[in-house]
């Protein structure tokens, strides 16, 4: 019993790690405002296969790569089996941090 709650206390402690790495690298505010300026068209209804907000099951293999490996799609465009993300989605006046911003805000609501 002892290393089942040690463990599951090192699991959390990894997790809790993580949540506040992305919060000391990307500004989950300030992505919510990018969200809902350039985001929440495709976001919101799933338009062109786009995982909405707050849909776990959709995205959960997503998060799974990581806020900075979905970032740098977002940035770059991206092109899956289910849909397709332009580059910058669409907006190329954002900054590369403004798009970190947002998808970090698009993760954190999908937890």
């Known amino acids: 019993?002892?290393?089942?709650?040690?463990?599951?206390?090192?699991?959390?402690?990894v997790a809790s790690m993580g949540s506040t790495a992305m919060a000391a690298k990307y500004n989950?505010?300030?992505?919510k405002k990018?969200?809902?300026?350039?985001?929440?068209?495709?976001?919101?209804?799933?338009?062109?296969?786009?995982?909405?907000?707050?849909?776990?099951?959709a995205w959960a293999s997503r998060m799974s790569q990581g806020v900075d490996k979905m970032a740098s799609k977002s940035v770059a465009g991206f092109k899956g089996a289910k849909g397709m993300m332009p580059a910058k989605g669409g907006?190329?006046?954002?900054?590369?941090?403004?798009?970190?911003?947002a998808v970090a805000y698009m993760v954190q609501q999908s937890k």
């Open 1 to 13: 019993m002892s290393r089942f709650v040690s463990a599951a206390f090192c699991v959390l402690f």
């Open 28 to 31: 989950v505010a300030a992505g």
């Open 34 to 57: 990018v969200y809902d300026v350039s985001c929440s068209s495709c976001h919101k209804t799933g338009m062109m296969g786009a995982p909405k907000l707050g849909d776990k099951a």
């Open 91 to 101: 907006n190329l006046k954002l900054t590369n941090a403004e798009v970190g911003n």
